[in-house]
Every structure is written in structure tokens, then in C-alpha cells.
């Protein structure tokens, strides 16, 4: 397998649109990279260029010792796209699951094998003679998984493989897809508009806006501790809580006048950002016992939404709209108002001018 080093990767399209910005980023062999980031960052752009399907604009992709400056067309065995939007339906799965390896002139035994195996592993036996213009969307994205690893390319790339199934399905293929890549240790890249996905399946997380790299390194740091305001709303079960408020000695307070306590949270005056996320505030009701929160919130409730282990609580802080999930149903009380508060560790503090992280 091998690792992929990217140095100072810029690709502009036309002369015009900067796509990927001077992206520096070193993929160890065998890891699981997730890219994510919002539409338009630049992600299936930086795949397509470590694919060597895009002409580098500047900078050097390395993959193993196979290096790249210049476009001369990829090479399926170094680095695989893998789209299931891309199958032949004329063709079945056999044939789906075995074309590449046919076309890099494998021996015809080593070939079934492969295929044999792969299909085994994807409980895709029973459908080797099927067409796949009659496969499921689920079945047709795990014969794409099945074609990916028995290809056995240096590294694999994925581009949101799993973006048209229900959210059941794409939770079983995330985890089918770990299990493999742990199995076979091929290096993958994988590009998702989905944090959890992120959060779920990297060894390495890549959050990217813009054709740059905001934050690279493990999901759960990058979860407890984003490096800018602009990471910590891209990077979560839902997006961080962000309010605008002015910080000092004496505590936070919204623009507004409102307190809400973080005496001892900052320790020089500033105007800041206070980011909590949604999942990280609990509900102070009369009695509560619970440990004394560092900031609270004073939310004016208009929707509560039961999903499943959780309930959504969603409503505004001053002008600022606030989402919290909790546990259990809180008791509203009639004027709608509900103190919601957080501990110290999981309040996160952001500059208001440049987001960095204070
Ligand atoms: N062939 C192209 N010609 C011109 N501009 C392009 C081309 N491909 C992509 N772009 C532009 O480059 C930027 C990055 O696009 P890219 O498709 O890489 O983003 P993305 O993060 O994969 O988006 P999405 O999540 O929507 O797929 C966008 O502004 C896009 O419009």
C-alpha cells in the first residue's frame, strides 16, 4: 500500500476559479482520511487530481513512489476513484466486479478468486448474474465497494459513495466500507458533505472550506478543541451554538447586556464568539442537581422535537437562534423560557474578529 503526500497542491480552473489552495497534507500508509467540507470546498476536485483524472495546476502529489508534477493520466493501480454512479447497468455484477481486473491482464484464476471473494465478503453472491441496471442503490454501492477492494489499488478514493441511500443503509455500508479498508489496510481518502461521516469512519480528518485546509489531525480533537470558529461549526453531530458576546473578568454577556456567568472563563476583556455545542447543554429546571453549570443561557423555546434517544430543543438566546439536544423532554414553563446551561470544559471561546481560537 502507500501513503499519499501532498506538497503545495493548487489547482485553478481557467485561469480563474481557485478550486485547491496550496494544500500540504500527508496521509500515513493504511489510514483512513475523510475530507469534509461544504459545497464547493474543493474536495472531489483533490480527488480527482491524486486520481490524475485533473492537470495539477502547481505543487507535487506523491503516492508511494509513484510522484506526480505534471498531468500524464492516472493509474488505476496507484489511485482509484470509486463512484457507483459510474457502473455499467448493461452489465452484471460479475462482469461489474471483475472489468478492471480484466483490463490490467491479471491471470483468469487470480481474477474469480478476487471477485469471488469480494462478492463473498459483500453478501453480493447471489447476485452475480444479475444486471446491474436491476440492482438496488444499496446493492449497486456495495458492488462498487466489492470492485474497489478487489482492485487492490495502492489507495482508494471514494466521492460521497453513499449519497443517495436511507440513513439505515448508509450507517451499514460506513461501517462495511471500516471493516474492509481495517482488513485490507489500502489507504483511503473518502469525501463526505457529512461531519458524522467524519466523525465516524477517520483516523485522519480533513476539514476544508474554500480549496484550503482549516484543520487536519484525529476527529476527536478536532471535535473537542477546533482550532476556528469556522471548524467548530463545520464539524459536529450539528453545528456548534456560535453567540457574538464580550467577555471579561466578571463574565460573558450578549451584546445586549444579558449575563450568562463565565466568571472565571476569560480573564481579559475581549469581544468574542462563545461557541457550545448542541449536545453539550442540559436543561437547569427548578431543583435541578446536577453539577453547577459554568454559562448558562436563557432560551425562549418555540419548537421541541422528540427524535428518538434525543429531544431537539430549538429556540433563540437574545436575537441569536440556539439548538440544544437533550436527553429527556424538559419542562417548559408556560412563558417559553428554559435556562440551558454548559460546563466549563465545553465552552469554547473564538475571537470575534479572525475565529481563531482563544
Ligand atoms: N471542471 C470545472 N471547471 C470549472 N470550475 C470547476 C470545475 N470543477 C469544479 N469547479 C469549481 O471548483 C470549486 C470546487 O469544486 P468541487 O467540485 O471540487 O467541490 P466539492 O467540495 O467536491 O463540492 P460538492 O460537495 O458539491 O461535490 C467549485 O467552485 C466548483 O464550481
Known amino acids: 500500500m502507500a501513503a499519499i503526500t501532498l506538497t503545495d497542491v493548487t489547482k485553478i480552473y481557467r485561469g480563474e476559479i481557485a478550486a485547491v ?46 510522484a506526480r508534477q505534471s498531468w500524464s493520466g492516472g493509474r488505476a ?20 466486479l471483475t472489468r478492471g481486473l480484466r483490463s490490467r491482464g491479471l491471470p483468469k484464476k487470480e481474477i474469480e478468486e478476487r471477485a469471488l471473494r469480494a ?9 452475480l448474474a444479475r444486471k446491474v441496471g436491476r440492482a438496488s442503490s444499496g446493492e449497486r454501492s456495495l458492488l462498487a465497494l466489492g470492485r474497489a477492494f478487489a482492485h487492490q489499488p495502492r489507495a ?3 466521492d460521497e459513495p453513499f449519497a443517495g441511500l436511507d440513513p439505515a443503509r448508509r450507517i451499514t455500508m460506513r461501517r462495511e466500507l471500516r471493516r474492509l479498508q481495517r482488513t485490507s489496510r489500502t489507504t ?36 473537542a478543541a477546533p482550532v476556528t470558529a469556522a471548524v467548530a461549526s463545520l464539524v459536529g453531530h450539528s453545528a456548534m451554538n456560535l453567540l457574538p458576546v464580550r467577555a471579561n473578568q ?11 456567568g463565565g466568571a472565571s472563563v476569560m480573564t481579559t476583556a475581549v469581544f468574542a464568539t ?3 455545542r448542541p449536545e453539550h447543554l442540559f436543561a437547569v429546571t427548578p431543583g435541578w442537581e446536577g453539577p453547577a453549570p459554568a454559562a448558562t443561557l436563557p432560551m425562549m423555546v418555540d419548537e421541541v422535537e422528540h427524535a428518538g434517544a434525543v429531544v431537539i430543543v430549538h429556540g433563540s438566546v437574545g436575537p441569536h437562534r440556539v439548538v440544544a439536544r437533550l436527553a429527556a423532554a424538559p419542562q417548559v414553563p408556560a412563558d417559553g423560557r428554559l435556562r440551558l446551561g454548559a460546563l466549563r470544559e465545553h465552552l469554547h471561546m473564538f475571537d470575534a474578529q479572525s475565529g481563531a481560537r482563544l
Open 21 to 66: 489552495r496550496n494544500i500540504t497534507l500527508d496521509v500515513p500508509d493504511g489510514a483512513f482520511c475523510v475530507l469534509v467540507g461544504p459545497t464547493g470546498c474543493g474536495k472531489s476536485t483533490l480527488l480527482r487530481l491524486i486520481a490524475g483524472a485533473e492537470e495539477l495546476t502547481s505543487g507535487l502529489i506523491e503516492i508511494g513512489d509513484a
Open 77 to 96: 493501480d496507484v489511485a482509484e476513484l470509486i463512484d457507483a454512479s459510474a457502473l455499467d447497468p448493461s452489465r452484471n455484477v460479475y462482469d461489474s
Open 119 to 127: 462478492a463473498d465478503t459483500l453478501a453480493l453472491g447471489s447476485l
Open 156 to 158: 482508494l478514493l471514494f
Open 188 to 223: 483511503t481518502l473518502y469525501a463526505t458533505h457529512d461531519h458524522e461521516d467524519g466523525l465516524a469512519l477517520a483516523d485522519l480528518l480533513v476539514v476544508l472550506d474554500e480549496g484550503r485546509v482549516l484543520q487536519a489531525g484525529r476527529p476527536a480533537e478536532i471535535y
Open 250 to 260: 466578571t463574565g460573558l454577556s450578549l451584546e445586549d447586556g444579558t449575563h450568562l
Open 274 to 276: 462563545l461557541g457550545v
